[in-house]
C-alpha cells in the first residue's frame, strides 16, 4: 500500500473497533427483515481460476479448487466467486503479453459451479497489473473510458461463450479509479472493493447506493483469512441483526494454510450466509421503485 492508503487502512480498522460491528450495514435494503435473529452474510471468494494458475497450476489448479469449494457445499454455504476469463503468465508484470483462454477443465468446473449455484462476478479481463509496484497494482487505473469500456466488453464476452453472464464486478487488485465506478456502473448491479479500494473511493459504509447501483467494499475483520474471520464472526452473529455483511475469502490463502480453519469457518457462518441471487434480486426491486432513493445514500426498507 501506499502511504496514504496506509493511513487510510489504518483508520478502517479504526473504525471497525468502534462502530462496525453495530453498524456495518446500516444501509439495509429491500427485502431486510431487521427483526431478523442473524445477519445474513454475503460472501465473496477470489478468484477462480486463481490468477497465478499458469504459473503455478500444482498449487493453484483446479483440483485445489474443488477442495475449497467441496467444504463451503458440504457446509451449506452460499457464496459467489470472482471469475477470470482469461488466465495471465507472470500476472504481476505490466510489461507481460501472454495471456491464455480458460482451459476445458476449467470451463466444465465452472459449469458444475453453476450446477451447485454458485454466483459469478467478473474479475476483470486477465488480471495483469499495470503498474509493477505492488502499492499501486491495478488493472484498471489509469485507463480512460473507452479502454475501460473496451476491457470490460471483452471479458464480458469472453465469459459470455460460456454462459456466464455476471451482474458483480470484483476488480483486480480491489483497485479501480474512482472516475471509473460510472462506467461500472452502466454494467453491474453490483461493485465490490476491499482494503485497496479506499484509496481511490474513500472508507465507506457497505454497502450504499452509488449511480443507482451497489459500492460493495469490504473490509478488516470480514476480508481476511478464515482463521481471521473466526476471531471476528461470532460477536457480528450476535448484534448484527437484519444486516447484510460483505465477507471475502481467499481460497488460494486457505488452500496454502491447509484448510483446516476454513472447515471451521464454513461450519460457522453456513446457516447465515445469503444466496446472492436473492441479494441481486432485492437490489432489482429496490432499482425499479420509485419511492427508494437509489443514488448517494442509505436505502431504508
Known sequence: MRVGEQVLYKLARRYRAQTLTDRLLAARLPGVDPDMASPRMLVRVDEFPHYQAWDESDRF???????????????????????LPRVSRSPLSPTGAASRSLEAEEIALLRRLADANVCFALHGRDHRTRHGSPRRHSELCGLDRVETETLLEEALAELARHGICPEVFVPPFNRFDARQFEWLAARFAVICGGPESIGQMGLQRTPQWREETVYMPSYAPYYGRAAELLQAL????????????????????????????????????????????????????????????????????
Do not use: C, K, N
Not at 68 to 75: D, L, R
Not at 255 to 284: N, Q, S
Open 61 to 83: 489448479g483446479v483440483s485445489q479448487y474443488e477442495h475449497f469449494h467441496e467444504i463451503m457445499a458440504g457446509a451449506g454455504a452460499h457464496y459467489l466467486v470472482a471469475v
Open 234 to 301: 461470532p460477536r457480528a452473529l450476535e448484534r448484527a441483526r437484519g444486516q447484510w455483511i460483505p465477507v471475502v475469502l481467499h481460497w488460494g490463502w486457505e488452500a496454502e494454510a491447509g484448510w483446516g480453519e476454513l472447515e471451521r469457518l464454513a461450519d460457522l457462518i453456513a446457516p447465515h450466509t445469503a444466496d446472492w441471487r436473492d441479494f441481486l434480486a432485492a437490489v432489482a426491486r429496490a432499482r425499479t421503485t420509485p419511492e427508494v432513493p437509489v443514488a448517494g445514500g442509505v436505502v431504508e426498507p
